[in-house]
């Protein structure tokens, strides 16, 4: 005879968050990776210039360097006439002074030779056979130029502790020079996906067998935000094995079961986590995802998750996210809502803060859930609304906040 061991307890969504609060700390290891590789990674180290950005004064345009003085009144009709003493591309140093009356032809990038304080759009000249460049538009001093150290002063704090590295950031310390950065470790995460009917994709499936879902739904979120999935073997449903699986994963930042967290003869992450560490809850007021299981071993926090995919995945995405998060010190996720109409009334479960899926319809929230074993319950939703624990019916046509995935 199977033996049931009903969640006589639950606890809120808001405890349950709370409790993984305390546990759950951001990483302090680190490590050096290549600036290219580092888009989304969180510094760890101070990045200061150790030089001027732009390392000399540049042309901000192609044109020629002058003396922003010999150019005053200079018009299409009053031309100013200057000497050319030499032309300058990106790449070549300058070797001669533009005195009074000289000018330099110049491309974009490369340096103004001293002498000149100013650059005359090549398109405001014209300029003859024999050398002479005609003016036909004054500048002032400073124009068309981009001052060494105008963009990074050497010195200059260009990344502190803390900042998400993105295109704009990396291109920031490519521009000094800087190969490599220091970052957090990103947390890794052991996926471990329980049952002895569980099955891998790719293999043939037995009479009785599913397909594992859950590892792909989980490594997915986790990757999203910030974490190194680990996926573990499957461990059968039996304590030894369980704990033989426990002590496999000790040696990553989390471990995440799935499966195992029920009520059943089988359900064994409870006996297991309590045996070989602690539990701090077991069942949750929420729906789906009731049978989650949270708590300690040897240090270690311990997810586990429920077995029925869309638990698992909605679990993941209100329990999970956001201490994975503060676990490789990302800023706090902010997913869109938008406010529409419900196109159909639902009827809820009193007591059981809702999570329920919907998909956007002709401008209407529709309803998405089928059950908890059905991935279709969120593949084919667009995202999800609320719906509180003392809220037993939500009516057609009220409007919703709709949190999209």
């Given at each position: 005879m199977t033996h049931m061991r009903p969640i006589r307890e639950t606890i809120t969504l808001e405890a349950a968050r709370e409790i993984i609060d305390r546990v759950i700390k951001p990483m302090e290891r680190t490590e050096r990776v290549r600036a290219d590789l580092a888009s989304g990674r969180v510094v760890s180290r101070a990045v200061e210039a150790q030089a001027d950005v732009p390392p000399f004064t540049r042309a901000a345009m192609d044109g020629y360097a002058v003396r922003a003085a010999d150019t005053v009144g200079a018009s299409t009709h009053e031309p100013r006439t200057l000497a050319r003493v030499e032309t300058v591309y990106t790449g070549q140093v300058p070797t001669k002074v533009v005195g009074q009356g000289q000018c330099t032809e110049i491309a974009t990038g490369?340096?103004?030779?001293?002498?000149?304080?100013?650059?005359?759009?090549?398109?405001?000249?014209?300029?003859?056979?024999?050398?002479?460049?005609?003016?036909?538009?004054?500048?002032?001093?400073?124009?068309?130029?981009?001052?060494?150290?105008?963009?990074?002063?050497?010195?200059?704090?260009?990344?502190?502790?803390?900042?998400?590295?993105n295109p704009s950031r990396i291109g920031a310390i490519a521009a000094l020079g800087v190969i490599d950065v220091e970052v957090y470790a990103r947390p890794r995460v052991a996926i471990l996906s329980t049952g002895n009917e569980v099955a891998e994709p790719g293999a043939p499936l037995a009479p009785g067998h599913i397909y594992d879902i859950n590892r792909f739904t989980l490594s997915a979120v986790l990757r999203d935000h910030g974490a190194v999935p680990v996926p573990y073997p499957t461990a059968p449903d039996t304590i030894p094995e369980l704990e033989r699986a426990i002590e496999a994963c000790s040696a990553e930042d989390l471990i995440l079961f799935s499966g195992g967290s029920s009520v059943g003869e089988r359900d064994l992450i409870l006996d297991v986590v309590e045996r070989m560490g602690e539990v701090l809850f077991h069942g949750i007021a929420v729906k789906p995802g009731k049978p989650t299981l949270f708590g300690t071993v040897a240090g270690k926090p311990v997810f586990g998750m429920p077995g029925y995919p869309t638990s698992c995945l909605s679990n993941a995405y209100m329990l999970l996210v956001a201490p994975v998060r503060r676990m490789a010190r990302l800023p706090e996720w902010t997913p869109r809502v938008i406010r529409l109409p419900l196109g159909q009334r639902i009827v809820s479960t009193t007591g059981r803060h809702q999570f329920y899926t919907v998909r956007v319809v002709d401008g209407q929230a529709m309803p998405a859930f089928k059950a908890s074993g059905d991935i279709t319950s969120m593949s084919q939703a667009d995202g999800y609304i609320e719906i509180p624990a003392q809220v037993d019916v939500v009516e057609k046509g009220e409007v919703v906040a709709l949190t999209l995935f």
């Open positions: 490369a340096p103004v030779p001293d002498g000149a304080d100013a650059v005359v759009m090549v398109e405001e000249t014209d300029k003859d056979a024999g050398g002479a460049v005609r003016v036909f538009s004054p500048v002032y001093p400073g124009q068309n130029v981009t001052k060494q150290g105008a963009d990074i002063r050497a010195g200059q704090l260009v990344l502190a502790p803390g900042d998400v590295l």
